[in-house]
């Protein structure tokens, strides 16, 4: 007889429903997989044989034929094994009776008959949930993550042995029960702003970055704090809501990379090494197309230490998702779409030596050395970091402001209020922040005075700006604004907007 | 442009043979009339066809919108013509009538502080109402100094090279904007390359063309310093910025005013010693808080952001706004590493 049984494999983030349909003949016994699988696949058949006699089944004996439909679907990994097995069970008259066709079955197969856990299943659930499907045989590890998702009969299992006898009806599997998902501020592994000493001008650049969505760039000497500082960035953060987590989760699912907890609650810090690649940056792969880092920092920080360092076609190619939010990977495989809407966050020194601009050591590089240095970093790139700020490696042991040594709480409650404005300004529209905003909206809610005007009309003359900065200053001015609860901008907040371009105006 | 026969003949002499300077002048001295030149006058090594050579050299410069000027030349510096070497040609782009002006020479290395380089740019303003600025085309001062004049366009930089030719290449755009606005000058024939020695050669052009040198920053052995020594030579005032003691871009300005140049604080230090009267510029007005800032700023010196915020008992972030404000206006400089200087 002919068994069918439905499991789900992921193209991008999104889930594709696979029908796995078994067929035992008589005849020269053979075993035959078809339906494009890869060689992880095809070895499916072995852990399925040892699987079935460990379990105390039979392996049917005879020609058998497994299709994986739809035919023309590439078919990657272990998560096929569960539903093979199942099928096989099922054609061979081993499991008769049991209702399988509203059951999705997920998981790959130990040899001992052991349930192990896959990669990518939340994305998986929630597609097949969307499907219509809305029973499911989860690897009892995969639990944590299934959790989160309502309105489904989700069943997680140890073994193989535990699948059949849930089946056949002998020893129901317990369903698994909703959490409820509770947002809890991110630790940033122990980073605090309380520990930062001193840098007032990079905390209050930070504080504006995180209020208003915009990116970040620090310049200063080795050793000032500039990694430290970043490392504060999530804790000021606002916490993730459900929509947000559950995205993020799906994603690290994918790449495989999930906690004990089955659910991101941090905002995801990412710091990949400067020797990345573009492919390790933005998604990619040879049989499977991962997500990348700056999908992987989707919803929190891309932390970029050493920015002239990394090469140069992969920082260029951050420029379109760093407007877009989400990266296309073409593969021949088939297009797959992330999301990747990061902060950026960078750091670098201010010339090869360091030194430059450094008030007790001398600068030893040449202005030829210094440009080359900085030309790494393309204006277009620049461009769209708002914000640059100097870290300098000043002591601040005697200066005793409140503001040198705020905890990240304490400015993250500053962050959460400017956020509740744009929340407020920009209901109903694809954007979040200030920073997103187009022509269209500067137009509408970044009104200038004619003094504020001016004194943009004037940096543009001293500080030889391009077409672009005007935008970008524009919106941190809005942003500082917003901190400073004004409707209008004020020259005030123009002036300070001004003073965060100091990249342009070391070059 | 329109040449006499005798100047044809004298640039044929300077661009289309492969003398060297001392023979030209012999040559020239032996022919009496530059025009003996086109009447067969035994040049070694020239050509038969001199006259087609000099038209020929003349249209390439008129399609490049060059001009030369030689020694023979109505409009030739004075200036120049006094110092022990004038170049025998000089090859120009741009407002000629600048050169009958009275000219000064604004210098420093390209290690020039942040304050400096607001100061100097300041400064080359001021003067360039008075004077035409000359200066090279290098970062640091020389830069600080085009930018003060580009304005006015009271600017001659002087280059060490062919003037189809620019060091340092990142200076192309500025190059083009000084030979729109101000003018361009060259010893050498377009197509020379840079050499080292050619910058010396430079600097002696430097301080003949003009009245007087001020030398905004030099080290110990900048080549700044150069200028100075040959603007001494041939009698020019030299003016310096005095430094710290410690601040090693500036120790060879301190020496200079050791040895007698004048030491400048503001323009009026220059502007005096030639008889002019300072033109105010339109003052900038302050806020009352932009002024307290100032105050801070010119007690301390340079000081960190952090400081002048401590000082006033003001949050940073409304300090950096200030300093923003007065960095437009001119009145405070960003010293880097988040520290600011009044100007």
Known sequence: MIAKIVCYTLNGLAGVPVEVETDVNKGIPAYDMVGLPDTAVKESKERVRSALKNSGFQFPVGKITVNLAPADLKKEGASYDLAVAVSLLKASEQLVGAATEDY??????????????????????????????????????????????????????????????????????????????????????????????????????????????????????????????????????????????????????????????????????????????????????????????????????????????????????????????????????????????????????????????????????????????????????????????????????????????????????????????????????????????????????????REGDSILRAAFERLDLSARARARIIKVARTVADLDASEYILPRHVFEAVSYRTYDKMG | MQYSEEERAYLWLCACTELDDRTRVSVLRGAGDPAALFEGYPVPGAGKDRRGEAERFLSSLEKKGYFALTLLSEDYPENLKAISDPPLVLYGMGRRELLKERKFCIVGSRRTPAAALAFGKELAKTLSRQFVIVTGLAEGGDSAAIAGAAESGNLISVLPCGLDECYPAAHASLKARIAERGMLLSEYVPGAKVAKYAFFARNRLLAGLADGVFVLSAGKKSGTLITADRAAEYGRDVFALPYNVGVAQGEGCNDLIKKGAYLVTCAEDILSVYGFEEEKGEAASFTEEEERVLAVLKEKGEAHLAEVAEALGMRVFEVSALLSALELKGAAAKAGGNRYAAV
């Open chain 1, 104 to 449: 999705v079955f997920l998981g790959e197969l130990a040899l001992s008959g052991d349930l192990r856990p896959i990669s990518g299943l939340l994305p998986i659930l929630i597609s097949a949930k969307g499907h219509g499907f809305s029973r499911f045989i989860i690897p009892a590890a995969n639990a944590p993550e299934a959790r989160f998702l309502s309105g489904a009969e989700i069943y997680p299992a140890e073994t193989l042995t535990e699948v059949v006898r849930h089946l056949s009806g002998i020893l129901r599997l317990v369903p698994l029960e909703t959490a409820q998902y509770a947002p809890h501020p991110s630790s940033g592994g122990g980073a605090d702003l309380k520990f930062v000493k001193g840098q007032p001008v990079a905390r209050r650049a930070l504080e504006i970055a995180v209020a208003g969505g915009h990116n970040l760039l620090m310049v200063g000497p080795p050793g000032t704090g500039k990694t430290m500082l970043a490392r504060c960035l999530p804790t000021i953060m606002p916490d993730l809501t459900f929509a947000e987590a559950l995205e993020i989760t799906k994603i690290h699912s994918v790449a495989g990379i999930l906690g004990e907890e089955g659910v991101v609650t941090e905002r995801p810090f990412r710091t990949p090494h400067h020797t990345a690649t573009t492919v390790s940056m933005c998604g990619g792969g040879n049989t499977r197309v991962h997500p990348g880092e700056i999908s992987l920092a989707h919803g929190g920080v891309l932390f970029l230490d050493e920015l002239p360092e990394y090469k140069r076609s992969t920082l260029e190619a951050l420029r379109q998702p760093l407007e877009d939010g989400v990266i296309t990977v073409a593969r021949a495989g088939g297009a797959f779409t992330y999301p990747a809407r990061f902060m950026l966050c960078a750091s670098m020194n201010p010339c090869p030596c360091g030194n430059y601009g450094s008030a007790n050591k001398t600068c030893t590089c040449t202005p030829a050395e210094i440009r080359a240095y900085r030309k790494k970093i393309s204006g277009p790139l620049l461009d769209r970091i708002d914000l640059q700020v100097e870290v300098d490696n000043v002591a601040y042991d005697d200066l005793t402001s409140p503001e040198m040594c705020e905890s990240s709480a304490s400015v993250k409650a500053r962050v959460e209020a400017v956020r509740a404005i744009e929340r407020n300004r920009f209901e109903g529209s694809a954007i979040h922040t200030n920073a997103e905003m187009g022509e269209r909206e500067i137009a509408l809610y970044c009104k200038l005075d």
